[in-house]
């Protein structure tokens, strides 16, 4: 059974910091892509960022230079350091395994409130 369970998130403030993290089990790890997608109250989920398995990275433009997604294949685990929060980072953040030729797997996602 495949599961993906995100941590890490909550209420913070405009500027502030906050670094998620997800573990997977039932997968081979070290073959899928990581990403992590959001989704605020009323708008499409989008992507965020994601991470090869040779660890390329890609960034939505909205999480350059504030975002930074990693992973380690050891602990099955991918993260994301948020710096610089917005208002407008307020969503659920989900997890997402995906390789070539299997359905996406999906996280149960974290909230995230960047509020003063």
């Known amino acids: 059974q495949v599961q993906l369970v995100e941590s890490g998130g909550g209420l913070v403030q405009p500027g502030g910091s906050l670094r998620l993290a997800c573990t997977a089990s039932?997968?081979?790890?070290?073959?899928?892509?990581m990403g992590w997608y959001r989704q605020a109250p009323g708008k499409q989920r989008e992507l965020v960022a994601h991470?090869?398995?040779?660890?390329?990275?890609n960034y939505a433009d909205s999480a350059k230079g504030r975002f930074t997604i990693s992973r380690d294949n050891v602990w099955s685990a991918v993260y994301l350091q948020m710096n610089s929060l917005k208002p407008e980072d307020t969503a659920v953040y989900f997890c997402?395994?995906?390789?070539?030729?299997?359905?996406?797997?999906w996280g149960q996602g974290t909230q995230v409130t960047v509020s003063s």
């Open positions: 039932g997968i081979i790890f070290s073959r899928y892509r």
């Open positions: 991470i090869t398995n040779d660890y390329s990275t």
């Open positions: 997402n395994a995906n390789a070539y030729g299997v359905p996406d797997y």
